[in-house]
């Protein structure tokens, strides 16, 4: 059996580096094959996982070899972290590796969705040329809300703050003395005042009991009729049947989902989004670019070889 066993896709050159000195086990559809994955794994003492591997207390029961998993990410809810500790289990998320590719697919849905670019190559296409129904907004002079105000809402707001926009944020984990407010420019201002302030609204919190459908009827109701929501962080956070009515109803300007609270979306659950307006789907890619893959594999084999050497 392999010591490093990766089941869901990464880099593919860093995967061969890995393979000429390590005892590694790589296939990216491992993940869709549950008891493939458990034999495959059963006597690794390294996994390396994305969001859709399952580490849960019954998989480690069955790896009693395992020192370290490595996310491929940061996202941990796929990670039984209680369970990796009671074992000594290491969890080893590759924070920071996809901020940008994440802050900037923020920006272009958000372009996308302030221009209506997203709506115009149908009729082109028909030969209709409706100039004047597509007359959006411009990004300067607009307030760019932030929920969380980490490493990726930093990026982000960054960004925004070029195009001439002006930056809220609520993290109330983030002080008020903290320098990064004066740094970037940015307003530190209550979950209510954002909602009913901001023009664009970006999501940048982890899923937890607490944020789980933050994003609610109740709150839609607090935004602006033409608002734009961005959810890139994890699905949950938004409850999706409320933001379908809201978009339907006209009471929101636009959204661009990345996460969904099932994923992958079936046919079946993805049903209720068909000929929403102005609504962007994308497949939970908003960190993944070919340089953010490569650093994210990169710093993924670093922690994960890190731990296995210092058990050596």
Known sequence: MADIVITEFMDDAVAA??????????DKGLVDRPDDLVREASRCRGLIVRNRTQ???ELLDQCPELKVVGRLGVGLENIDMA???ARGVAVCPARGANAVSVAEYV?????????????????????????NAFMGREAAGVTFGLVGFGDIARHAAARASALGMEIVAHDPF???????WRDMRARRVSLEELLEGADVITLHVPLTESTRNLIDAAALRR???DAILINSARGG??????????????????????VFAGEPVTAESGARFDGVPNLILTPHIAGVTHQSN???????VRNVLGVLDANA
Do not use: Q
């Not at 049947?241 to 339907?248: E, K, M, Q, R, T």
């Not at 490569?294 to 993924?300: A, E, G, H």
């Open 55 to 57: 580490v849960t207390a």
């Open 294 to 300: 490569r650093w994210t594999s990169v710093l993924t």
């Open 107 to 131: 920006v272009a849905t958000m372009l996308m969705l302030m221009r209506g670019i997203h709506r115009t190559t149908g009729p082109v296409i028909a030969g209709e040329w409706p100039r």
């Open 17 to 26: 580096d890995l393979a000429k000195d390590r005892d590694v086990f790589y």
């Open 83 to 85: 369970a990796c500790a």
């Open 223 to 225: 935004m602006k009729d």
């Open 237 to 258: 956070i938004v409850d999706e049947d409320a933001l379908v009515a809201a978009l339907n109803g006209g009471s929101l300007g636009g959204a661009a989902l990345d």
């Open 174 to 180: 983030v002080h008020a003395e903290d320098p990064v």
